[in-house]
């Protein structure tokens, strides 16, 4: 496989080649969606080490109530989300700002779980939520046009 058809394969087409273009987001709004995914991550991963060293942990990275397996574990869970939307983002999966918008919205409900033990990290990763569903709704605008045009 020669690099410029892995090009047209992965950024070209996209997964699920056979969806309807309707559905999919314009390159550069993939690599927006892409990009500020990659950087909520980066800033989740902040909360959760800044809120350790405060001494009031995000429930998912407390180390003194959840063993060192298990502890991985959640860490590795909370951050699949953000890495699965980037990784959709990336290679122009169909549905992407439906996607990203209920990623977000999961996001929000793991802020608003950790409100009582750790009330500054909810509210930064609230923040952080409510940043990536306005990239959500603004990635709306980059829908590929169908062939009657739009």
């Known amino acids: 496989m020669t690099t410029r058809s892995f090009d047209r394969i992965f950024f070209d087409v996209g997964l699920l080649p056979d969806v309807h273009e309707r559905h999919r987001l314009t390159r550069g709004w993939n690599k927006t969606v892409f990009v500020g ?8 991963a902040l909360v959760g080490a ?8 995000a429930w998912w990275a407390d180390d003194t109530r959840w063993s060192g397996a298990a502890l991985v574990v959640l860490i590795l869970a909370v951050f ?17 700002p439906w996607l990203s918008g209920a990623a977000s919205l999961l996001v929000a409900l793991l802020a608003f779980t950790d409100r009582d033990s750790s009330p500054a ?3 930064v990763t ?3 939520a409510l ?20």
């Not at 800044?50 to 942990?57: A, E, K, N």
Request: a positive charge.
């Open 37 to 44: 995914w990659v950087g909520f991550a980066l800033a989740l």
């Open 126 to 128: 609230g923040v952080l």
């Open 131 to 150: 940043s990536m569903l306005l990239l959500s709704i603004g990635s709306w605008s980059g829908r590929r046009a169908n062939e009657r045009g739009r």
């Open 80 to 96: 699949a989300l953000p890495t699965a939307v980037a990784l959709w983002a990336f290679f122009a999966g169909p549905w992407l």
């Open 50 to 57: 800044s809120s350790q060293m405060i001494g009031r942990p």
């Open 121 to 123: 990290a909810a509210l």
